[in-house]
């Protein structure tokens, strides 16, 4: 989607090793959100942030963490990741005044 | 807790038939409530909200919603599908927690539509 992107892709990653996910915006939003997407589970938020240094957890945080130290960036990073992590990743963006939320295109994340 | 119910894990449709999806929320106050679509390999894209006022909205590409208090619903309707509508429908509902609104969402429905 215009004005925010999601990097990389695609990624596949041994368990036990570390992956970070990046989201960018262009739009100066001031909340951003991670979502991940499993069949059958909808999309559940696990981090999500309302300001620089300012972040929360969701309700699938374990095993995630994630920093946003300049407004167009927030990072999701797996310490050490897990094959229950293999997901699609979605970022999301969110301008308060209409309560809309703009998703990224996705990561498909493969844990190996 | 908010919790958002989607009965249909897949629909079938005829193209040119119309459509109902269906949405049923739980949470204590007026809800905010959305219907989001994705088609696949892409990211979820807006088809309408609802935030308060007329029970009946409009969103895009011919669908509407309509909030139904006494029933806890916000299904989607369509009146003729087209097979471009074949995708993924998530219905939220938006928790306001302080300030920090967060997007819940059903486990969504699938469409098919056959020619």
């Known amino acids: 989607d215009a004005g925010i992107t999601q990097s990389p892709r695609h990624k596949v990653t041994e368990t036990g090793t570390p992956v970070t996910l990046r989201c960018h915006q262009t739009?100066?939003?001031?909340?951003m959100y991670w979502y991940r997407q499993d069949p059958g589970h909808g999309l559940r938020l696990i981090h999500y942030?309302?300001?620089?240094?300012?972040?929360d957890k969701g309700e699938v945080s374990d095993g995630y963490s994630v920093s946003r130290s300049k407004t167009e960036d927030f990072l999701l990073t797996l310490e050490s990741a897990t094959s229950s992590q293999t997901s699609v990743y979605f970022c999301?963006?969110?301008?308060?005044?209409?309560?809309?939320?703009?998703f990224g295109s996705g990561t498909r994340l493969t844990v190996v | 807790a908010q919790s958002v119910t989607q009965p249909d894990i897949h629909i079938t449709v005829s193209e040119g038939a119309s459509l109902e999806l269906r949405c049923n929320y739980s949470?204590?106050?007026?809800?905010?409530l959305f219907w989001y679509v994705q088609s696949p390999g892409q990211g979820l894209q807006l088809l309408l909200k609802?935030?308060?006022?007329?029970?009946l909205v409009q969103g895009i590409k011919g669908f509407e919603a309509e909030f139904k208090r006494s029933q806890s619903s916000f299904n989607l309707r369509k009146p003729s599908v087209h097979w471009s509508d074949a995708a993924e429908y998530f219905c939220?509902?938006?928790?306001?927690?302080?300030?920090?609104?967060?997007?819940?969402f059903g486990t969504g429905t699938r469409l098919t539509i056959i020619p």
């Open positions: 999301a963006i969110s301008d308060r005044a209409n309560y809309g939320y703009t």
């Open positions: 739009e100066n939003h001031r909340y």
């Open positions: 942030s309302y300001g620089v240094k300012d972040t």
């Open positions: 949470y204590g106050a007026t809800p905010y």
């Open positions: 609802y935030f308060s006022g007329d029970t």
């Open positions: 939220a509902v938006m928790v306001s927690n302080f300030g920090n609104e967060k997007l819940t």
